[in-house]
């Protein structure tokens, strides 16, 4: 079995949103986590 990770680093507000509505069109079809920390915001996906 193949394991894959991904992760993104976001700063601003309007690209999270701009990353969540691209992830939504695209059906992904394993978990995807947003975390929000003092200074930006974390993309996550587990597979």
Known sequence: MIKTEISIIVNRKTDIDLIQQKIIENNFRFPVYV??????FQIKNYK
């Open 35 to 40: 975390l929000e920390f003092e200074e930006g």
